[in-house]
Structures are given as structure tokens and as C-alpha cells.
């Protein structure tokens, strides 16, 4: 092939530091745009961001100029300067060190944005971590649960 081509689709789930609810609606408004411009900037393709005050989701694809680990690192980086800077109950603001990275088939595309578009509604009868637990067990990915927390 004389070019690369890739279309590598990807949900990509994290949390606030000891999953505390830190991510009020207020915050999410500036926080959801400014995440957006990083994937932007990276030349990925965001599709659909969506949380709730102790977690987020983003589903895009990535671009063949970037690694799953690099885009994330942005994210969490950039971000946590953000958000330390919008009141003192944010100044000591972290995400948690890991994340939940999953392939999405092409088909499934408008599955998962309506999924993450629901988190809100999601969320009144399921915690993140019953979440976090099910996508995993979906997905096939071994873990021991003594790791998935900080």
C-alpha cells in the first residue's frame, strides 16, 4: 500500500481518584469540550463523551500517529491541570492511575455512543464499579479485583 489506513475504534473508561464525585455537571460542560480538542489535537476522531461525577467515558478512534497509552496520558494530564484550577474542592484533583481501553466493532458504533450518551440514567441503578466489572467480564479481560481500585 502506497498509504496507511487504520479505523480503530476504541471506549476508553476512567475515574476520579478513589472514584470521589468530583465531576459536577458544571464542571462537565467545560471538562467534556476540553477533553474533545485534546482527541482533536491528537488527530483522533472523538464520537461521543459522556460520565458521571465519578467516572468518564470516551469512544473515538485513534489515530495511526498515536498509542492508546499516549492519548490517554494527555487526557489525564491536560485534564487534571484543568479542573485544579476551577475551585479549591478541585485543587487537589487526580484521576485514577489506570483505565479500561476496549476494541468496538464498526457495527457497534452507535450502540456504544448511545450507551455512553445514557450514563446519567445508566448510573441510577448500577455503580461504576458493577460497571466497570461487566465490561470487563464482556470483553474477556482478566483481572484481579484488588488492582481495579485507587
Known amino acids: ?29 467545560e471538562l467534556f469540550p476540553y477533553i474533545a480538542t485534546i482527541v482533536k489535537n491528537k488527530k483522533c476522531c472523538l464520537y461521543e463523551i ?25 487526557i489525564k494530564i491536560s485534564s487534571s491541570k484543568l479542573l485544579k484550577t476551577k475551585g479549591s474542592e478541585l485543587e487537589n484533583f487526580f484521576w485514577q492511575n489506570g483505565y479500561g481501553i476496549f476494541s468496538i466493532s464498526p457495527g457497534h458504533l452507535n450502540l456504544v455512543r448511545s450507551y455512553i450518551a445514557g450514563q446519567a440514567e ?19 479481560v482478566k483481572y484481579d479485583e484488588k488492582y481495579l481500585w485507587d
Open 122 to 140: 445508566h448510573h441510577k441503578v448500577i455503580t461504576f464499579e458493577d460497571e466497570l466489572r461487566k465490561l470487563l467480564n464482556k470483553y474477556n
Open 50 to 74: 459522556g460520565g458521571v461525577a465519578n467516572h468518564i467515558h470516551i469512544l473515538c478512534a485513534l489515530s495511526k500517529t498515536i498509542t492508546a497509552s499516549d492519548l490517554i496520558q494527555e
Open 1 to 29: 500500500m502506497s498509504q496507511s489506513l487504520s479505523n480503530i475504534l476504541v471506549h476508553i473508561v476512567f475515574s476520579t481518584k478513589n472514584r470521589q464525585k468530583l465531576l459536577t455537571n458544571g464542571i462537565c460542560s
